[in-house]
């Protein structure tokens, strides 16, 4: 059974508008969760993370927003820039173990 | 700064053939891992390692073997390849943060293909 779901495999949105990527756990246990950004033959970077006593982290243009009562988190891209287009994945993980579990990813394309 | 580096980044083997994905990294960092990468998917734990000369399974671990023998370093082994492990291999590596979970870093990949 898939731990960390990102349901959308696409999505397309324009240059300046609003990106927002979803990802949903079933492990109450995950306690911290990264998103990951992976450009195309090039491993993932790190972009933003969250821990499980915050409900929102914001990093300039990127906003994390975490709701544990229905485990669910998203990821905002304001304004969504060409540059931003990429495969974004969800990770969680449980205390200090370092195993990330990732999901299947959601490919952004940002349309001039 | 390299990072972290993978060697090599393509290969191709018959099936049957063996050998080793080579991941090194110059951050002084604990643990490090090895995950594949397959179409539409994503990034599956085979191996990892939380320090020089241990390691540990992964969610896919079968028919794979690694070794930390020094820190900087982690090896990927596979003995008999298999059509099925065609994939795209990343390797990261990450420190064990202190109350703070510390984000991995990743090599740039080694793609594999199995005849």
């Known amino acids: 059974d898939q731990q960390v779901k990102q349901n959308s495999p696409s999505l397309s949105v324009q240059e300046g508008r609003i990106s927002i990527l979803n990802c949903d756990y079933t492990?109450?246990?995950?306690?911290?969760f990264l998103w990951y950004k992976k450009y195309p033959a090039e491993g993932p970077t790190f972009l933003i993370s969250?821990?499980?006593?915050?409900d929102k982290n914001e990093d300039g243009r990127f906003t994390v927003f975490l709701n544990k009562s229905a485990k669910h988190l998203s990821l905002h891209i304001v304004p969504s820039q060409p540059g931003d287009s990429a495969v974004y994945f969800c990770?969680?993980?449980?205390?200090?173990?370092?195993?990330?579990?990732f999901g299947d990813g959601t490919t952004l394309t940002v349309k001039p | 700064n390299a990072g972290v580096t993978q060697t090599p980044k393509f290969r191709v083997l018959k099936t049957g053939q063996s050998m080793t994905l080579l991941c090194a990294q110059d951050?002084?960092?604990?643990?490090m891992y090895w995950y594949r990468q397959d179409p539409g998917m994503g990034l599956r734990l085979i191996h990892y390692?939380?320090?020089?000369?241990?390691?540990a399974k992964g969610e896919v671990p079968d028919g794979y073997n690694v070794s930390r023998l020094k820190k900087q370093n982690f090896l990927l082994g596979l003995e008999s390849a298999a059509p099925s492990q065609t994939s795209v291999y990343f390797c990261?590596?990450?420190?064990?943060?202190?109350?703070?979970?510390?984000?991995?870093?990743f090599g740039d990949g080694t793609r594999l293909s199995i005849l």
């Open positions: 990261a590596s990450s420190y064990p943060g202190q109350g703070a979970k510390q984000p991995q870093h």
């Open positions: 951050m002084n960092h604990e643990y």
């Open positions: 990770a969680a993980l449980i205390g200090n173990a370092g195993k990330s579990t």
């Open positions: 390692s939380v320090g020089e000369g241990t390691t």
């Open positions: 492990n109450s246990m995950f306690d911290y």
């Open positions: 969250i821990s499980s006593i915050k």
